[in-house]
C-alpha cells in the first residue's frame, strides 16, 4: 500500500512537470520574441519620423506575434491539449507585461491592458492549437 501510495505521486509530479516545463519554455520564448520585435521597432522609431499614434499597435502587433510563437511552441513539446497549453502561455506572457508595465508606469488595468489580455490569449490559444496539430520536424 505505502508502494502504492508513493508511486501515485511520483506520476502525479511528473504530470505536473510534464506540463510545466512546456508552459514555462513557451513563455520564454513568446517574451524573447516580444522584445526582439519591440528592439527592432524602437530601432524604427529611433531612424524614421514615425508618428505617436502607431506606438500602440505596433506593441500589439508585437505581443500577438510572441504569443502566436509562444503557444506553438509550449504545444508542440507536449502534442496535447494544445487550446490549454497556449492559454496558460498567454496569461503568463500577460501577467509578465503588466508587471514590467506597472514598473514603468502606474496605469493600472484600464482598457488598453484588457486588450492586451485579449490578444494575448487568443494568439496564445490559435498558436497552441496550430502548434498541436502542425506535423512533427523530421531529425
Known amino acids: 500500500m505505502i508502494c502504492m ?6 506520476v502525479e ?3 505536473v512537470m510534464k506540463y510545466l516545463k512546456p508552459i514555462l519554455s513557451g513563455t520564454l ?3 524573447v520574441v516580444i522584445t526582439v520585435i519591440l528592439m527592432v521597432l524602437s530601432l524604427l522609431l529611433s531612424l524614421q519620423n514615425i508618428p505617436q499614434m502607431l506606438i500602440n499597435p505596433m506593441v500589439l502587433l508585437a505581443l500577438a ?10 504545444a508542440k513539446m507536449v502534442r496535447e ?21 506597472q514598473g514603468i508606469s502606474d ?3 484600464g482598457f488598453m491592458a484588457a486588450i492586451k489580455l485579449a490578444i494575448a490569449l487568443l494568439f496564445s490559444a490559435i498558436g497552441g ?6 506535423k512533427k520536424s523530421r531529425k
Open 5 to 10: 501510495k508513493q508511486g501515485k505521486s511520483k
Open 13 to 15: 509530479k511528473y504530470g
Open 29 to 31: 520564448v513568446g517574451a
Open 65 to 74: 506575434i510572441g504569443s502566436l510563437m509562444g503557444g506553438s511552441f509550449a
Open 81 to 101: 491539449k494544445g487550446l490549454v497549453m497556449g492559454l496558460c502561455c498567454g496569461v503568463l506572457l500577460f501577467l509578465m507585461l503588466l508587471l514590467f508595465g
Open 107 to 109: 496605469n493600472g488595468f
Open 129 to 134: 492549437v496550430a502548434g498541436v496539430n502542425s
